[in-house]
């Protein structure tokens, strides 16, 4: 079955140190996205990426960063210069067209203590 | 300014009843597709319905239509017969067609429904 992979679902990790969160998707898509979403925030893009090798910074970037070395692959870090690194985090991807959907993973809930 | 702007954050419908979920957007891009998803207590994003800024006819699909009116920037979902099932987020997106770079989806605050039984 074709899809989106997002793991862990939970995440726990102390204050200062980095947490990477995997996206794999197998739907031959050139674009991938990392969401944030907070309660009462709706989503919000922290990078995107439209090639193997490029990506660009969303409207939240500062604190996280990413790699696309991959077409399947789009793994998202999480620094400790995030000041506030607790949230759930989905990834997405699509074809290069304006007027189709993105496909969306099932999301990793991270929680810094 | 915000891109997209849902305006109820929480609804409350009847079972069997139908309620409509509104949407305005912004942009100054003829080429543009807007489109709606749900997302359960589990927080998986459902896709349900696309409009795209050329089309003539409002978009629908099952028990989901979209109420299409561009001079108003507006797309609203109307969910017809309401359903247990259907208590949700709800999230208004829109994507721009202006070149290579603009691929992402801006999304709304969203809009928590609840069916009543």
């Known amino acids: 079955d074709g899809g989106i992979t997002q793991s862990p679902k939970y995440l726990f990790r102390k204050e200062g140190q980095n947490v990477t969160l995997s996206c794999e998707q197998n739907?031959?898509?050139?674009?991938m996205y990392w969401y944030r979403q907070d309660p009462g925030q709706g989503l919000r893009l922290i990078y995107y990426?439209?090639?193997?090798?490029?990506?660009q910074k969303g409207d939240i970037a500062e604190g996280y960063s990413v790699s696309r070395e991959k077409k399947e692959s789009f793994p998202l870090t999480v620094t400790s210069a995030q000041k506030n690194p607790t949230a759930f985090y989905l990834c997405a991807s699509s074809i290069l067209d304006w007027n189709t959907e993105a496909f969306f993973g099932q999301g990793t809930r991270l929680t810094v203590v | 300014a915000q891109k997209i702007t849902q305006t109820q954050p929480g609804m409350f419908v009847q079972e069997k009843e139908a309620v409509t979920l509104d949407c305005t957007y912004d942009?100054?891009?003829?080429?543009?597709?807007l489109f709606w998803y749900k997302q359960p207590s589990s927080g998986e994003m459902i896709f349900l319905i696309y409009q795209g800024s050329y089309d003539q006819q409002n978009a629908t699909e099952g028990r989901y239509s979209l109420n299409f009116q561009k001079a108003r920037k507006s797309a609203n979902l109307v969910i017809s017969a309401s359903q247990l099932g259907d208590s949700a987020m709800y999230f208004c997106?829109?994507?721009?067609?202006?070149?290579?770079?603009?691929?992402?989806?801006?999304f709304g605050k969203g809009t928590l429904l609840t069916v009543n039984p």
């Open positions: 739907l031959n898509h050139d674009a």
């Open positions: 997106a829109m994507r721009e067609g202006s070149g290579g770079s603009n691929y992402k989806l801006t």
């Open positions: 990426s439209q090639i193997v090798n490029d990506f």
């Open positions: 942009t100054s891009d003829p080429s543009y597709g």
